[in-house]
């Protein structure tokens, strides 16, 4: 079985930092793409940032400056780290991944359970 869980969630105040975590685990061969979602209460979920084999990354326009995706997918561990935060960052962050399962011998779209961030204003 595969399993994304994230940690580093949790309340600070506008303008503080937070840094999310994500490890994946279980019967991994490999791994092409890692992502951060968010979604905030009665909105949809929406793509954050993402890093994929060969170490290319993505940030979501509206994110860009504040927000940083790192991390080592080879390692099965991502990072999120987001800056400057805004009481409209607050949400349930989520990792995804696309992962080549052992068990099931195929490609597979995961997630993690998710993480809460709350930022006050």
């Known amino acids: 079985q595969v399993q994304l869980v994230e940690s580093g969630g949790g309340l600070v105040q506008a303008g503080g930092s937070l840094r999310l975590s994500c490890a994946a685990s279980g019967s991994i061969v490999s791994i092409n793409v890692m992502r951060w979602y968010r979604q905030a209460p009665g909105k949809q979920r929406e793509l954050v940032a993402e890093i994929s084999s060969g170490d290319y990354t993505n940030t979501a326009d509206s994110l860009k400056g504040r927000f940083t995706i790192s991390g080592d997918i080879t390692k099965k561990t991502i990072y999120l780290q987001m800056n400057e935060l805004k009481p409209e960052d607050t949400a349930v962050y989520y990792c995804?991944?696309?992962?080549?399962?052992?068990?099931?011998?195929?490609?597979?779209?995961?997630w993690g359970q998710g993480t809460q961030v709350t930022v006050s204003s």
């Open positions: 995804n991944a696309h992962i080549w399962d052992q068990v099931g011998d195929q490609w597979g779209n995961y």
